[in-house]
């Protein structure tokens, strides 16, 4: 069956812009993630969301960052007003239910000029 | 709180050698261990786990054995191949928890 999918998978961007990125979890998937992942570092947690519940944001680096998610189902990552240390990769992972196995897809690499 | 560290490399090995990516962990609790695998160009794939002391996760000829008693996850492999050029990513996750902790990663290239 279909994977995670994001987009777009690369997005150039002027400092000051606003970005909107993109996932599409596996149907039936309850639980989305998304993380940030920087040149040489680890994946960093940015916010949560599980099922109708109020999201997890306690990742979220600042106020510029929110996301949302629609129906259970695609969430959009917004950065508002971007700066150049926001460029990185975008991963988002869906799972089952909470705890359970995360399949990630293959991410939006941002790079903020 | 939570975190894992992982020698970062590059590791450079020639096919068919030993490999040994080194992963220790802290974390409060009981938590469940994972190797993750992210191929060029592609998301990142769940490797093996574990989910108690002394279980052995395994696939693909990977292994690593969950060591509570000096707080590691090391990943083995017998014998690598080219294929096996990836970015190896160690991670944690509490029991009971969804936040998930992710090592660095660490890139092992694979020459023929």
């Known amino acids: 069956g279909a994977g995670v999918s994001q987009s777009p998978s690369n997005k150039v961007t002027e400092k000051g812009k606003d970005v909107e990125l993109r996932c599409d979890p596996i149907s039936g998937h309850t639980a989305l993630y998304w993380y940030r992942q920087s040149l040489g570092q680890g994946l960093e947690f940015l916010i949560y969301f599980q099922g109708n519940s109020a999201p997890d944001k306690s990742g979220l680096p600042s106020d510029r960052f929110s996301a949302e998610r629609t129906g259970g189902s695609v969430s959009t990552l917004t950065i508002q007003r971007t700066q150049q240390e926001d460029s990185a990769v975008y991963l988002c992972?869906?799972?089952?239910?909470?705890?359970?196995?995360?399949?990630f897809g293959p991410g939006t690499r941002l790079l903020v000029l | 709180g939570d975190s894992v560290t992982q020698m970062e490399g590059p590791v450079t090995l020639s096919e068919e050698a030993f490999l040994t990516i080194n992963c220790t962990y802290t974390?409060?609790?009981?938590?469940?261990l994972f190797w993750y695998v992210q191929y060029p160009g592609e998301g990142l794939q769940l490797l093996l786990k574990a989910t108690k002391a002394d279980d052995k996760g395994s696939n693909k000829g990977f292994e690593a054995t969950y060591r509570k008693e000096t707080t590691s996850f090391h990943l083995e492999k017998g014998s690598v191949q080219v294929s096996d050029s990836a970015v190896y990513f160690c991670?944690?996750?509490?029991?009971?928890?969804?936040?998930?902790?992710f090592g660095a990663g660490s890139r092992l290239f694979v020459k023929a």
């Open positions: 992972a869906s799972s089952f239910h909470q705890g359970e196995t995360q399949y």
């Open positions: 974390a409060t609790g009981y938590p469940s």
């Open positions: 991670a944690l996750r509490n029991t009971g928890g969804f936040k998930t902790n």
